[in-house]
């Protein structure tokens, strides 16, 4: 059966956090038996945008130390990289602002952001949705590739995790392709074809301090107390996105249906310590989830109704809006106009909620109707 552990911590105190990845580390396998001492180990973060490590969104550095002393202990040579989101971080630096840049320092270890080293087109093996991708050169050329993924829901694909983190592997414009699909089923086959060509060995999981709500940028903290590990990403993200309460992730879905991974939690074994009030046969029921609904509707009512009486969309709040126009530049179907503040063309706009997840200030708000302010 597929280990993954779940190991209670409650704070990012470096020794606490330590021991907390190492126990989770070796409950779920150990890295022992996966990486040589000539390895090159590229840690794959979650830099969705130039924050500081307290607001929850991006994977904390205390996490990141922990995982690079263990790959340096076993005389391996760790990398630790993402792509920056220059649309949103207006000149900041992502791995200095997460505090990443200065544990990396610290440790003497290479801090990269994929752009720096370019990206090469690949084909997709028995593609879904992508023939080929533009993948991060520093993914190829690495030998063993760790996702270090933030526990945090998400407005479009309900809960994102240890599979999903790898999107921030391809280059902007090509996510942007993505989101144009619009379906959540459609862009977790699009996550799928991304990670089938990646083939991650490992993951552990920042579950210390996550998000709820309308996550993955704009979502309240939400301490969940845990680190997770497993050498199937798949496998951890159906037990993490369960402990949220969800029962079924397309992305999940989607990964098991190519054979990239279990999400089945009977072929699951759960190791590690009992962490109140989680439990993999009683979810929380009181984590909030993304208000777009998608993770409430049943499959065979949700297209009619979401078309016709449960609508949501993306709207504005002037007052907290700067103007800077990043939502218009980042519409992957041009659906944004600035007049001066955003004005969204309905007819275009799909509802990826990239503006919502892409505005610095927060402006971009989910709205409901009055069905859907009431739907339970």
Known sequence: MTKVSLVKCQTYDYNKVKAAVNKSITLAGSLKKTIKKS???LLKVNLLKAAKPEQAITTHPAIVKAVCEQILDLGATPIVGDTQNIQMDKGQSSLKLSGIKAVCDELKVKAIDFKD??????????PVQMKEIWLAKDILDADIIISL????????????????????CIPFGERMKAHVLGKDEMFAEVLSDIYSVIKPQFSIMDGIQGMEGDGPTHGPKRNYNLIGASPDCVSL???????????SINTVIAAEKRGLGTADLNKIQILGDKIPPFTIQMPNQNIR???SLASYIPKPIKDYLVK???????????SKCKKCAICEKACPVNAITMDPYPVFDRDKCIKCFCCHELCPEGAIYTHKSWLAKHWR
């Open 117 to 126: 080293n370019g990206f090469t087109k690949v084909k997709v093996p028995k």
């Open 149 to 168: 993924p933030k526990m945090k829901t998400h407005i479009l694909t309900s809960y994102t995790g240890a599979v999903k983190n790898f999107f921030g």
């Open 289 to 291: 989830k993304s208000q």
């Open 308 to 318: 016709n009486l449960l609508k949501f969309e993306p709207r504005v709040d002037e």
């Open 237 to 247: 993200d159906a037990v993490c996105s369960n402990l949220l309460g969800f029962s």
């Open 39 to 41: 390895d090159t180990v």
